[in-house]
C-alpha cells in the first residue's frame, strides 16, 4: 500500500493541537490558526484549494450566529451571574444551614442541596467551582469541619452544573448532536438528582458514624422561633426554587423553547435581585459585561472550533477517524468505553467547553451508527451517550491528580488548605461518580425513561 | 516606544468600550424575548421579526465582545505547563501567537466575511420568512467587523508584549501595570460583601 503523508494530515492536525493548547496560548485563536495553518499545507499538497476557507464563513453564519437554541446561552450566562451577584446564592446557603442545623453534616448537606438549586444556572466549572468554594469554605472551616469533607462536598456539589439543566454544556451538546435541547435536559434530570443524592445519602451515613468531622452549628444560629424559620424560608429558599422551576418546567411542558425560558430565567434573575434590594445600575451592568466576557470565551472557542473542524473534514478527517475506528475492530460496547475513556482523560486538562466543541464534532458520525440492540433504542442511543458523557466529563473534573475542578478549588481556598487534603476529600465522590455512571451504563432507562414519559 | 504605548492604549480603550457596550445587547436579548413569550400568549402577533431580532442581538453579543474578552484575559488558557515559564518565554509565546494565529485566523475571517456581506448586499437578502427583517447584510457585516476587533485587540496584545521585550524597564512596567489592572481575577466572581454570610444579617440590619 501506498503511503501518502497527504493522506493523514487530519493527524497531523490533532497532534499539533494536542501540543500547541499547552502553550497556554488561548483555545479559541490555536483552534483558529491551526486550521488556518492546516488548510495552507493542504495547499501545497493540492488536496485544498485557498477559496475553501470561504466555506467557514457560511459555517460560522449558520452554525454560531443564525441559530435560535445557541441564542440560548448567554441568557443563561446571565441568569448564573445574576444570580450569584444578587446573594440568591448565599442566602440559600443561609437559609439551608438553618433548616439542617440539628442533622448531621448538616453545613454539607446543606451545601450539596445548593449546588443542585444553583446548579440549575450555572455551569462553567471554573466558575461555578469558584463561586461554591468561596461562599461555603470559609463557613465551613470555621465551624471546624474535617477539611477533606469540606472540599470533597464544595467540589462535587460545585460541578454538578454541567449535568442538571438547565446546562449550557447540554444545549452544546444538543445542538452538536442534532437533537433536541429539551428532550435532553429532562434526560439529564434524574441522572443528576441520583448523583446528588448519592453525595446527601453519603455525607448524611458518614457525619453519622463520625460526627465529629462535621460539628453542628450552634443552636442559636438563625431565627428560633418557627415565624422566623418560615420567613427565612420564603425570603431565601423559595425564590431561587420558584425561578429553576419556572425555567426547567417551562421547557418540561412545552410551554416555550429553552431559548424562551432563558430569557424568562434572566428577567427572574433581574426580579430577584431587585426583591433582595441587590439591584442596582452598577451591579446591572457588571453582570451584563461579565456575562458579555464568558460569552465571548465561549463563542471565541465555538468559532475556532468551526474553522478547526472544517478544515479537518476537508482534508478527510472524517474518513480517517471512521477507518481508524473500524480498524480496531470493536463492538459499539468497545467504542463506547473507548470515547468515554478519551472524555475522561481530557477531562483531566480541559473544561467541557474544548471538549464537546473538538471531540464531538469529529466523532458525531460514529456515535450515530452505535447499535445496542436491546440495550438502548436506536433513536434514544445519542441522548443516553450525552448523558453519559455529562456524567463521566463530570467525573474527570474531580478526579486527582489533574482534575479541572481541583485545581479551580485550590486557586481560591484558604492557604490552610492543601492540595493533598483536597485531593483525599474528592475519591469517595468519585467512586459515587463511578457507580452512577456505571448504572446509568447498565440501565439506560435511568435517562430515557422521563422524556419517554413526559414528552411522548 | 512612547508612541506604541500610547497606540495601544487607545486601542485598548476603544475596544474595551464597544464591548461594555454590547454588553447592554444581553439586556436587549432578555427583554426581546420576554416580549416575544408574553405577547404570543395573549395577542397574536406574528413573532418572527422577533425571533430574528433574537439571534440579531446574539450575534452582535458575541462578535463585539471577542476582542474586549481577548484584553481582558478572559479567553481560555490551557494553564498546566504555562506556570512553569519564565515571563520572558510567555511573552514570546503570546507575541508568536498573535503573529501566527490570531492575526491570520482573523485576516480570514474579515476576508470572506466581507465577500460574504458583499454577496448578501448584492442581492438585497432579507429573511427567507415573508414577515422576517430586512437588510440582512447588515447583521451580516457584524461578523467580520467583530473579528476586526479581536484583531486590533491582537495588535494591541502585541504592541505590548514587545514594549515589555524590548523596551526599557519604566516603560515595561507601566505596560505591565496596565494589564494587570484590567485582567478579570478568578474570585472577582462573587464580591466581598457577599462571602461568609454568617449570622442573619442582611443590608447591614443589626444582628
Known amino acids: ?456 | 516606544m512612547e508612541l506604541l504605548i500610547r497606540v495601544s492604549d487607545t486601542l485598548d480603550r476603544v475596544i474595551i468600550k464597544i464591548g461594555k457596550v454590547a454588553a447592554w445587547a444581553g439586556l436587549f436579548l432578555i427583554l426581546v424575548t420576554i416580549f416575544d413569550v408574553v405577547t404570543r400568549r395573549f395577542l397574536v402577533l406574528g413573532s418572527t421579526k422577533l425571533q430574528e431580532a433574537e439571534w440579531h442581538l446574539h450575534v452582535v453579543l458575541f462578535a463585539f465582545c471577542l476582542g474586549y474578552a481577548y484584553l481582558k484575559d478572559a479567553h481560555v488558557r490551557i494553564d498546566l505547563l504555562r506556570e512553569n515559564l519564565s515571563e520572558r518565554t510567555q511573552w514570546w509565546i503570546e507575541v508568536a501567537g498573535c503573529l501566527l494565529f490570531l492575526l491570520p485566523y482573523c485576516g480570514l475571517v474579515i476576508w470572506f466575511g466581507i465577500d460574504f456581506t458583499q454577496r448578501s448586499y448584492a442581492t438585497q437578502e432579507i429573511s427567507a420568512s415573508a414577515t422576517g427583517l430586512t437588510h440582512r447584510f447588515l447583521i451580516k457585516a457584524v461578523i467580520p467587523i467583530g473579528f476586526g476587533f479581536l484583531a486590533l485587540s491582537g495588535i494591541t496584545v502585541l504592541l505590548r508584549k514587545l514594549i515589555e521585550l524590548f523596551g526599557p524597564e519604566d516603560l515595561r512596567k507601566r505596560v505591565h501595570d496596565t494589564e494587570e489592572a484590567e485582567v478579570e481575577h478568578l474570585d472577582d466572581i462573587v464580591p466581598p460583601e457577599l462571602r461568609e454570610h454568617d449570622g442573619n444579617t442582611r443590608d447591614g440590619e443589626p444582628k
Open chain 1, 1 to 456: 500500500m501506498d503511503f501518502y503523508i497527504e493522506d493523514y494530515l487530519p493527524l497531523f492536525m490533532f497532534a499539533a493541537l494536542g501540543i500547541l493548547l499547552f502553550s497556554g496560548y488561548p483555545v479559541a485563536f490555536i483552534l483558529g490558526g491551526i486550521g488556518l495553518a492546516f488548510g495552507f499545507v493542504g495547499m501545497y499538497f493540492d488536496v485544498f484549494s485557498f477559496i475553501q476557507f470561504f466555506n467557514v464563513v457560511p459555517r460560522i453564519w449558520g452554525g454560531i450566529a443564525e441559530n435560535l437554541v445557541l441564542t440560548a446561552i448567554p441568557m443563561f450566562i446571565f441568569m448564573g451571574t445574576m444570580l450569584e451577584r444578587s446573594g440568591v446564592a448565599s442566602d440559600l446557603l443561609h437559609c439551608l444551614q438553618v433548616l439542617l442545623r440539628r442533622v448531621p453534616g448538616g453545613l454539607a448537606l446543606s451545601v450539596t442541596l445548593m449546588g443542585t438549586i444553583m446548579a440549575a444556572t450555572t455551569g462553567i466549572i471554573g466558575a461555578s467551582v469558584v463561586m461554591m468554594t468561596l461562599l461555603a469554605l470559609p463557613v465551613m472551616l470555621k465551624r471546624n469541619y474535617n477539611i477533606p469533607l469540606a472540599t470533597g462536598t464544595i467540589a462535587a456539589s460545585g460541578t454538578l452544573g454541567i449535568l442538571i439543566p438547565p446546562s449550557i454544556m447540554l444545549v452544546i451538546m444538543a445542538d452538536l448532536l442534532a437533537r433536541s435541547v429539551g428532550n435532553l435536559f429532562v434526560a439529564a434530570i434524574i441522572p443528576g438528582f441520583m448523583l446528588a443524592s448519592f453525595y446527601m445519602l453519603y455525607i448524611l451515613v458518614l457525619c453519622g458514624f463520625k460526627p465529629q468531622l462535621a460539628p453542628p452549628l450552634p443552636e442559636d444560629e438563625g431565627p428560633d422561633t418557627a415565624g422566623g424559620i418560615l420567613l427565612l424560608v420564603l425570603r431565601s429558599f423559595i425564590p431561587p426554587l420558584f425561578l429553576v422551576f419556572l425555567v426547567l418546567g417551562s421547557i418540561l411542558f412545552g410551554w416555550a423553547t429553552p431559548t424562551e425560558a432563558a430569557g424568562v430565567g434572566g428577567a427572574g434573575a433581574i426580579l430577584l435581585a431587585a426583591v433582595n434590594r441587590r439591584l442596582s445600575f452598577a451591579v446591572l451592568k457588571d453582570v451584563l459585561e461579565r456575562s458579555a466576557l464568558t460569552g465571548g470565551m465561549l463563542f471565541g472557542i465555538f468559532l475556532g472550533a468551526t474553522c478547526f473542524s472544517y478544515v479537518f473534514r476537508a482534508l478527510g478527517g472524517d474518513d480517517i477517524v471512521i477507518d481508524l475506528v473500524e480498524s480496531l475492530g470493536l463492538g459499539s460496547w468497545g467504542l463506547l468505553l473507548m470515547l468515554m475513556g478519551i472524555v475522561f482523560f481530557l477531562g483531566f486538562f480541559f473544561d467541557w467547553i474544548e471538549i464537546t466543541l473538538i471531540v464531538l464534532p469529529v466523532f458525531s458520525p460514529i456515535i450515530g451508527a452505535l447499535d445496542f440492540g436491546d440495550h438502548v433504542a436506536p433513536l434514544e442511543v445519542t441522548y443516553w451517550f450525552a448523558i453519559l458523557l455529562a456524567v463521566n466529563l463530570q467525573t474527570s473534573f474531580l478526579t486527582p491528580p489533574f482534575g479541572f475542578a481541583l485545581f479551580y478549588m485550590k486557586g481560591v481556598a484558604p492557604p490552610q488548605v492543601k492540595i493533598q487534603q483536597i485531593y483525599k476529600g474528592i475519591i469517595p465522590f468519585v467512586l459515587l461518580q463511578l457507580i452512577g455512571l456505571g448504572l446509568v451504563m447498565a440501565f439506560p432507562d435511568i435517562a430515557l425513561w422521563l422524556p419517554r414519559v413526559l414528552l411522548n
